[in-house]
């Protein structure tokens, strides 16, 4: 099956800088890459997905790339706030239904 | 106001007991999942049904069982059979009237503690 690695497992930057999670995915079938915001006790929140037929996608502050030749996808977020702190997941899917999971990236961001 | 509940918030169970989640939806989706979450680990899938009275099971079926009786409802019962049942359980549903099959939206989630 489908395995995704997440990394880094936490990550710490100023208010006003960028933040980077990158993700790999084994199943070159995967076409389908959501990135999930969750926040304490709270259920994630799908804020950016991308398919296999594009290679950049954005969305004002935070935009994720896609590189299937090697088999990785990143979310990038710019100009970070604090309400950007959380839990972010990547995924990844080969068909309609299942979802893989990396193991999350805790963001931190400092005033 | 559309979307997924889940009831309770908090559950506490003693060791030995069967407990059953609930998750409802009003956003009219025709699939459902859940998932559960343990710290450190990203979700797992437990089950999912793509249409009523059909489900199917994901990574980690075992001590659990679900029920797809109405469009809007998928109950988990987690069975005394579960080895490590104490955990973050989510509930989620995606394609709606659009098409949309890939979106999963999650409900608030269920933290379920056995003792």
Request: aromatic share 12%; glycine share 8%.
């Amino acid at each position: 099956g489908e395995n995704v690695e997440q990394h880094p497992s936490t990550l710490s930057v100023q208010e006003g800088d960028s933040a980077v999670i990158k993700c790999t995915y084994s199943d070159s079938a995967s076409n389908y890459f959501p990135w999930y915001k969750q926040e304490l006790g709270k259920g994630p929140q799908l804020i950016i997905d991308i398919r296999s037929n594009v290679g950049e996608k954005k969305d004002q502050r935070i935009a994720v790339t896609l590189n299937k030749t090697a088999k990785h996808f990143s979310l990038h977020i710019t100009e970070t706030q604090p309400e950007d702190s959380a839990v972010y997941f990547c995924a990844a899917s080969s068909n309609d239904y299942k979802l893989s999971f990396g193991a999350g990236t805790t963001v931190t961001v400092r005033a | 106001d559309g979307g997924i509940t889940q009831s309770p918030k908090y559950l506490f169970r003693k060791e030995g007991q069967n407990v059953t989640l609930s998750c409802e939806q009003n956003l009219n989706h025709d699939a459902m999942y859940w998932y559960r979450q343990d710290p450190g680990q990203g979700l797992r899938l437990i089950y999912y049904s793509q249409i009523v009275n059909d489900f199917q099971k994901g990574d980690i079926a075992e001590g659990y069982s679900v029920s797809r009786e109405k469009k809007e409802s998928f109950p988990l019962t987690v069975t005394s059979a579960q080895k490590n049942p104490t955990a973050f359980y989510l509930c989620a549903s995606s394609n709606g009237p659009s098409g949309r099959r890939y979106e999963q939206y999650f409900g608030p989630g269920t933290r379920l503690t056995v003792t």
